[in-house]
């Protein structure tokens, strides 16, 4: 019936979310609120890492992208299921850090790392980094020389594929901003100066080809060109390569018309890629780690907002103005990106209506869409945006001093708070 399976309407023709009223949650905690279902989560993780058992034999790690929704509470989740990070910053390595998450377990991106934050990483033992370019590895192989040790990284690569042309042609796409490009010799140049570095250690190659991808093809794509670049290592510095990190990126269902492949014939299909092009390389398979971050968590999260104003525009449109908006889910005006929603205390209700659901904030384009199907909402009606658990809040700002909404989990009928909601007192917070 709606988006993401965790999603029902009960007796009282509610919406609810892993069984728990979405009324009364928004009674109980205000909105906006973000509410993510724990349980959803969990299952996302182990569909993943199940799946490397499967098809894999169980040599690979998925690391979740904490770029997607990164809390102290989703850093204890994530490693209690046994799984790693993906982090891209010092915030999101102190979140993990202060939340006892094994820093080994941790890869660490990002195409401009300062030195704080390599001498952090270093200092903490972050497992990998994964260094974006050339200067990156000088200042890192300078600060492992301070500390006296040996780092392990992966380099980024950018395999040429372009995923979201629906035929994962080689487009020679080296306008990136991230990662070293194979077809000018770049990464190759990188490679040999990494392997005579003493204090790091290049163990890996990374790629991360895009997001929001539903096809499968690209991945496979990208997985053997990456094989391929490792076996010209192996042939020409005679330096074997062990590790393969393949990105995330895997779609997920936003709208009915959404048809993404299950997580499970991803690592179905690219673990075959993999045998068989190591094959063709005389190549030992090597161990994959794959970053999912929007898959994991954007299904399990949804966004509860108030209905303020409703304005209607004869022959034009009707304006239903929430509690909430762009700074708080900024997906639309960045992205144009589509979501569904739903009126929570009409849930059981036809969406009968084409409306546009306006945020609160001083900007026109501060919508969360446009020819929204919805049922009939008046002020007072709560609205319910699905699959908002994936970069939400993790771009909230506080745009107007609009203070950031709370994020709830619900679990087995229970509901707790994972992030407080921000006080009056936390946006002055730093002012002199
Ligand atoms: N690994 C790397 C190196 C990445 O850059 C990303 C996302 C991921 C993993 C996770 O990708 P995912 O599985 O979530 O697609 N703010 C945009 C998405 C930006 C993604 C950036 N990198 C959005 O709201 O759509």
């Not at 990002?110 to 990156?136: P, T, Y």
């Not at 709208?255 to 390389?281: G, I, N, Q, T, W």
């Not at 022959?315 to 929603?341: F, K, V």
Request: glycine share 10%; aromatic share 8%; net charge negative.
């Amino acid at each position: 019936m709606f988006v993401s399976d965790n999603l029902n309407v009960n007796g009282s023709g509610h919406l609810t979310i892993g069984g728990i009223d979405t009324v009364a949650l928004a009674e109980e905690y205000g909105t906006p609120l973000y509410v993510m279902d724990e349980d959803l989560i969990r299952d996302n993780l182990r569909r993943f890492h199940e799946s490397i058992e499967k098809y894999y034999g169980g040599r690979g790690e998925v690391h979740f992208a904490g770029k997607a929704f990164s809390c102290m509470e989703m850093c204890r989740i994530v490693n209690s299921e046994g799984d790693g990070l993906d982090a891209v910053s010092l915030g999101e390595l102190y979140t993990a850090l202060k939340a006892g998450f094994p820093m080994e377990k941790i890869g660490f991106h990002g195409n401009n790392k300062s030195d704080e934050e390599l001498a952090f990483a270093v200092e903490h033992g972050v497992g990998h980094i994964i260094v974006d370019n050339i200067s990156e590895l000088h200042r890192l192989e300078k600060i492992a020389a301070e500390k006296g040790v040996q780092q392990k990284i992966m380099f980024r690569i950018k395999p040429g594929i372009d995923a979201h042309t629906h035929k994962a042609v080689m487009t020679g796409q080296i306008d990136s901003k991230f990662g070293f490009a194979l077809e000018t010799g770049e990464a190759f140049e990188a490679v040999k100066e990494a392997v005579s570095c003493v204090n790091v250690k290049l163990t890996g190659l990374h790629c991360h080809i895009g997001s929001q991808i539903f096809d499968i093809f690209p991945f496979e794509e990208a997985a053997k060109v990456m094989l391929r670049f490792i076996a010209k290592i192996r042939d020409e510095l005679g330096y074997t390569v062990t590790e393969l990190n393949l990105g995330g990126g895997f779609g997920i269902k936003y709208l009915e018309s959404h048809d993404p492949a299950p997580f499970e014939e991803y690592m179905e299909r690219v673990s075959a890629a993999v045998k068989s092009e190591c094959e063709a390389l005389g190549l030992e398979q090597p161990f994959i780690y794959i970053e999912p971050g929007r898959s994991i968590v954007a299904s399990a999260g949804i966004t509860l907002y108030k209905v303020g104003a409703r304005k209607e525009i004869p022959g034009i449109r009707t304006y239903i103005s929430i509690d909430g908006g762009m700074c708080d889910n900024p997906r639309y005006i960045l992205y144009q990106s589509e979501y569904e929603a739903v009126v929570a205390n009409k849930a059981g209700e036809a969406r009968s209506e084409k409306v546009t659901i306006a945020g609160r904030c001083c900007e026109s384009g501060d919508l969360i869409g446009e020819n929204m199907p919805l049922q009939h909402a008046e002020s007072g009606d709560i609205i319910a945006v699905l699959a908002t658990g994936a970069y939400n809040y993790s771009m909230a700002s506080n745009y107007n001093r609009l203070q950031k909404p709370a994020v709830v989990m619900v679990k087995d009928g229970n509901s707790r708070i994972a992030v407080k909601r921000e006080s009056l007192e936390d946006i002055i917070k730093n002012d002199i």
